[in-house]
């Protein structure tokens, strides 16, 4: 497990600035040495005794007297850079050619090229950041919408991991408790540590029902738009979206593929996924389309069933509605604009139904309402917290709560005190996987190959 963060000597270096032509670009270079290897390839405008730091320096990167470029330059001492060691930032123009032949100058002075996360990695190994910081700076990089941006800068501010902390620090006063107590069994107080297993639990069971709301915020949901054939599918994404994106037609079986499209319900970020009809297919095109619609119905978070409103339930509808069971899905009786038929809501009763025409757009605002409801996006004070914890995250909270589970149980057993030290051990170092106190070399590297080369 890592628990001591340590101190990483080599010299890297890499372009932090997306590759293309841009107004500017910028290198980075980190480690002992850094300063020396930018004075290797640097020329400043003025004459200067000592390069001071966080001043900018304008001058000219050069190789064997030749100017590549015209720049300023940037350097950080350690311990006060992003990355806690000794660091140097070049902004020169943008260009993969020019920024390329910097690169190649300064890894034949010295430096090697950086690994993808590796200044990020560094400032973790240094304590500057703790693991929950810098999955948030990932979040931050690849959020698909204002919200999931804002979710993501909550957490670089600290609120979940000041709540791992707290957690596992009362675990920790526990566990002293328990050990100084194990060879004074009379003073034992089973009710009490039950009721500090209890409130532990409580608060993991807490962060655990946020795993859905941050995965969505992260990633997004899908949301499959199922039905027999002529329902009006491909119309009703077009009325979501509100553009024509998918053909429409009255003949049956129009949609032979799956059709993807991104979309936002107060600020999440969804797809909708428009299918083929699913019925018994007329040819391979149209069964392969059927087999890809039935892929896209497993995969959802939400499925909209829809179904024609106007005319009598089928044995194709019943056929659909009874594939979905078990799934989060509404019922979405299409085509108002062509009259009610009062069997949906007789037959379906226990589900929940909405009523919209895709041609008028009537209901389409009260769909979207629902949809953000089965997903729980409206659960506002629960978003608002800015503690919602990821998948990996999932894992160790899931791993502690069975551990404080397995401790509870033996609390009232006979000379079982040292079991139930063992169990809140376990649940410490669960928990302290979340922000790095407690952590593999594995678990690291898999964080930090999610980043892009130069952060």
Request: hydrophobic fraction near 40%; proline fraction near 3%; charged fraction near 35%.
């Amino acid at each position: 497990m890592f628990h001591v963060k340590h101190q990483v000597d080599d010299l890297i270096a890499a372009i932090a600035t997306p590759r293309g032509q841009g107004g500017m670009g910028i290198i980075r270079i980190s480690g002992k040495g850094a300063v020396a290897l930018l004075l290797k390839v640097f020329s400043p405008k003025k004459k200067i005794l000592k390069i001071k730091p966080r001043r900018v320096y304008y001058g000219w990167i050069k190789k064997e007297g030749q100017v590549i470029d015209e720049a300023t330059a940037i350097t950080y001492p350690q311990p006060k850079s992003y990355t806690g060691e000794e660091m140097v930032e070049i902004i020169g123009h943008g260009g993969n050619v020019v920024l390329r032949s910097i690169m190649k100058e300064l890894l034949r002075r010295g430096a090697r090229e950086a690994e993808p996360g590796e200044f990020t990695k560094r400032a973790f190994i240094n304590g500057k950041i703790s693991l929950i910081k810098a999955e948030s700076i990932i979040d931050l990089i690849s959020a698909k919408t204002e919200k999931a941006a804002s979710y993501a800068s909550s957490q670089m501010t600290g609120k979940l991991g000041e709540r791992v902390k707290e957690m596992r620090g009362k675990l920790v006063d526990l566990l002293a408790s328990e050990e100084s107590k194990i060879d004074y069994p009379e003073e034992e107080d089973s009710h009490e540590i039950g009721q500090e297993i209890e409130r532990a639990i409580k608060g993991i069971n807490k962060l655990i029902e946020s795993g859905p709301i941050g995965k969505i915020i992260r990633e997004g949901a899908r949301v499959a738009i199922i039905g027999k054939p002529n329902v009006g599918k491909s119309s009703l994404l077009n009325a979501l979206l509100e553009e024509e994106r998918a053909i429409i037609s009255k003949e049956p079986g129009t949609t032979r593929d799956t059709i993807e499209e991104g979309f936002e319900v107060d600020g999440f970020p969804l797809v909708l996924v428009d299918t083929a009809g699913l019925r018994v297919a007329k040819g391979e095109p149209e069964e392969k389309g059927i087999e890809r619609a039935k892929k896209a119905k497993n995969e959802a978070e939400v499925i909209l069933v829809v179904v024609d409103g106007s005319k009598k339930i089928e044995k194709e509808d019943r056929v659909v509605i009874k594939e979905t069971e078990g799934q989060k899905r509404i019922i979405v009786a299409n085509k108002a604009d062509l009259g009610e038929n009062k069997s949906w809501e007789r037959e379906l009763k226990k589900l929940l139904i909405t009523k919209t025409s895709a041609k008028t757009g009537v209901g389409i605002k009260k769909l979207i309402n629902k949809i953000s409801g089965v997903l729980g996006l409206d659960k506002k004070e629960e978003i608002a917290n800015g503690l919602q914890v990821n998948e990996r995250h999932l894992g160790s909270l899931e791993r502690a709560k069975e551990a404080l589970i397995r401790a509870n149980g033996e609390v009232c057993g006979a000379n079982q005190r040292e079991i139930v030290a063992i169990e809140i051990k376990e649940a410490i170092e669960a928990i302290g996987e979340i922000d790095g106190e407690t952590v593999s070399e594995e678990v690291i590297k898999q964080i930090f190959k999610k980043f892009c080369v130069g952060k």
